[in-house]
Each structure stands twice: as structure tokens, then as C-alpha cells.
């Protein structure tokens, strides 16, 4: 048992660079046993694209960004806009836990006061908000991915992945969430606000003859901390789980696997990438949900007012909604991008060029 929790600990995606090394058995000569050698093995860097699928656009032209950004709308609005019913008990759980005790407890009082009909409060906005989330997520992440790839070089590309799925993709949620902050305002106020208003025409004249534009705006710093490190979570932890999948669970090499079998990998790695993006950022989604809801609040007034333990209220739905979401959200853009015929780059490898300085290669 302890040799397989030694192993799961030597197979920790976030190693360091060396660490990472070490572990792949490429640190140097010395690393493997001497004996015959094997068949080599074709370098891949983190851009390339397997050679025998054609694609309707190369990877990293302008094409390939707009249609990722398209992935992102389809994958992100489609899944949040499905979900709004467990997103508005969940709110409500947040913003009233005395009224709102579980989830169960919560759809059932939901159903007993608004009825069938009121599970959906809010899914205008939803949709709207999430929609322009995802094309900045998504496309950006591209970007930025991309952007830094050619700022490090293809060496330092591969031993650094980790820090560059963190960065890129904190670098594209930086934008995603001032696009979303305006609908994710106003989806809090018909969530959680009863009579406040019905629909996003409501609502939104509204909260702009109340307080003006920071009605919308006025949750977007507490957004960049929930969403910020969950996305970072979400992308980091999704490549590195997708490339140990294939590393030491996936039976053959993933140039082997159809399509269908890919996307399968996918979603498993989306479903537990998803587990951790819930934990990370539920406090403060707790934090959000009740500021949006009250005026003339401030992030540090209602994190002091909540506390350790109400910034945690509604975790567990939130693992439920985060977990099915993220993974759902995966299988959708990796589907997208099946559909259009986008390079899909394998897990990297080590770039040749690295081999030779390692004394790995003739």
C-alpha cells in the first residue's frame, strides 16, 4: 500500500522541473539501466499536432483562436444555463442558510414558494454572462498559452507547463470575469432577491437607477478571486491529469486512441479537475453571492460577517454543480474542436533538443 502512495506522490503533476525529470527517468545517462535500446521515441512540443489528421487551420493562427473562443461560448453557456437550478439554491443556501438548510431542503422550499417555474430565475442573465465568460476563457487561454510558449522557447515550454497553464489561464480570466461581472450581478439579484425582479429587462434598469454602473461592477474584484484561482485549477490541473491519464492509466498511446475514446479522458479529467476548482473557490463564491445581493457592502465586511464556517455553506452542492460542470465543459469544447477539425496537440513530450543536452540521445 505504501509503495502506491509513494508512487501517486512521485507522479504529482506540479513537480518542479528537475523533480519532473527525475520522476520520467530523463535526468541524465545514469537515470536508466543499461541494456539494448528501444525504439525511439518521436519528440512532440506542447504546439505539436499529429501529422496524420488535416486540419482546417493551423494551431495558433487567428482561425484557431476564433473557433476555440466559439468552443468556450457553446461549452460554458450551454452547461451554466443547464445548471441554474442547482446555481440558484446554492445562492440562496449562501445568502439565507437559516431559511435554506441543504440542498434538498432548499429545492424544496424553492418549489413550494416559485414553484417549477422558479428554478429558472435568472437564467437570461446565465446564459448572457457565461457565454462571454467562456469566449474570453477559452479563446484567451489559447492566446495567452500560445503567447507564452513563444516567450520561453520549447525547452523551457516543456519543463515549465505547469507554470504556463497557471499563468496563461489566470491571464484569460482576468478578462473573462469583466465580461461576466454585469449578468452575474444581475442573476444574483433575481436569485436571491424575491420581488426584486423577474427577468433581466427587470432587473437590469433597475440596479442601474439604484446605484448606477457599479451595480454591475461592484462584484468584479471578489469574481477575480473566485474565479481567478479556480480557473487556474481548472486548466493546470486538467492538462497535467489528462497527461498522467494516458501516462499510467490509458492502456495505449493516445495516437492509438479514436476520438471517441479521447473524449472519455476528457471528461474524466475535467469531472476531477472540477473537484478541486469547487473547493478552491467556493469561499469566495460565498463572498460574491452575498455582496451582489446587498447594497453598500464591502468584500471585507461580509467575509468578516460570514466567517470560517458560512463562507463554506453550499459546498458540497457546489462540488456536485462544479464537478459535472468542468468536466461537462471539457467534453463540449474538446467536442467543438473535433467537430471543426482543430489541431488537438498530445501531452508534450520532451523537445530533442533537450535530449541532447541531458546526454539522452546519440
Not at 512532440?44 to 488535416?54: D, I, K, N, T
Request: aromatic share 12%.
Amino acid at each position: 500500500m505504501f509503495s502506491s502512495v509513494a508512487h501517486l506522490a512521485r507522479a504529482n503533476p506540479f513537480n518542479a522541473p528537475h523533480l519532473q525529470l527525475v520522476h520520467d527517468g530523463l535526468a541524465g545517462p545514469s537515470s536508466s539501466p543499461a541494456g539494448p535500446p528501444g525504439p525511439p521515441r518521436r519528440s512532440r512540443s506542447l504546439a505539436a499536432a499529429a501529422v496524420e489528421e488535416e486540419y482546417s487551420c493551423d494551431y495558433g493562427s487567428g482561425r484557431f483562436f476564433i473557433l476555440c473562443g466559439i468552443g468556450g461560448i457553446i461549452s460554458c453557456g450551454t452547461t451554466h444555463t443547464a445548471l441554474v437550478p442547482l446555481d440558484l439554491v446554492k445562492c440562496r443556501m449562501q445568502v439565507d442558510p437559516q431559511k435554506y438548510k441543504g440542498i434538498f431542503n432548499g429545492f424544496s422550499v424553492t418549489l413550494k414558494e416559485d414553484g417549477v417555474r422558479g428554478l429558472a430565475k435568472g437564467w437570461a442573465p446565465t446564459f448572457i454572462g457565461y457565454s462571454m465568460q467562456g469566449l474570453c476563457k477559452f479563446g484567451f487561454y489559447e492566446v495567452f498559452k500560445v503567447l507564452y510558449s513563444n516567450m520561453l522557447g520549447e525547452e523551457n515550454t516543456y519543463l515549465w507547463r505547469t507554470s504556463l497553464y497557471l499563468a496563461a489561464s489566470a491571464s484569460a480570466e482576468f478578462f473573462a470575469d469583466i465580461a461576466l461581472a454585469p449578468m452575474e450581478a444581475a442573476k444574483v439579484r433575481i436569485q436571491t432577491q424575491p420581488g426584486y425582479a423577474n427577468t433581466l429587462r427587470d432587473a437590469a434598469p433597475k440596479m442601474y437607477k439604484e446605484e448606477g454602473l457599479n451595480a454591475f461592477y461592484k462584484g468584479v474584484a471578489p469574481l477575480w478571486m473566485r474565479q481567478i484561482p479556480y480557473t487556474m485549477m481548472k486548466f493546470a490541473c486538467f492538462e497535467r491529469t489528462v497527461e498522467a491519464l494516458y501516462k499510467f492509466v490509458v492502456p495505449k498511446p493516445r495516437s492509438e486512441c479514436t476520438k471517441g475514446e479521447q473524449l472519455v479522458v476528457t471528461f474524466v479529467a475535467g469531472y476531477i479537475a472540477g473537484v478541486f476548482c469547487a473547493i478552491v473557490s467556493h469561499p469566495a463564491d460565498s463572498v460574491v453571492s452575498v455582496l451582489n445581493k446587498e447594497k453598500g457592502s464591502t468584500a471585507t465586511q461580509v467575509l468578516q460577517r460570514l466567517g470560517f464556517k458560512g463562507v463554506w455553506k453550499g459546498l458540497f452542492a457546489r462540488i456536485i454543480m462544479i464537478g459535472t460542470l468542468t468536466a461537462l465543459q471539457w467534453f463540449i469544447y474538446d467536442s467543438v474542436k473535433v467537430y471543426f477539425r482543430l489541431p488537438r496537440p498530445p501531452p508534450p513530450e520532451m523537445p530533442e533538443s533537450l535530449k541532447k543536452k541531458l546526454g539522452l540521445t546519440e
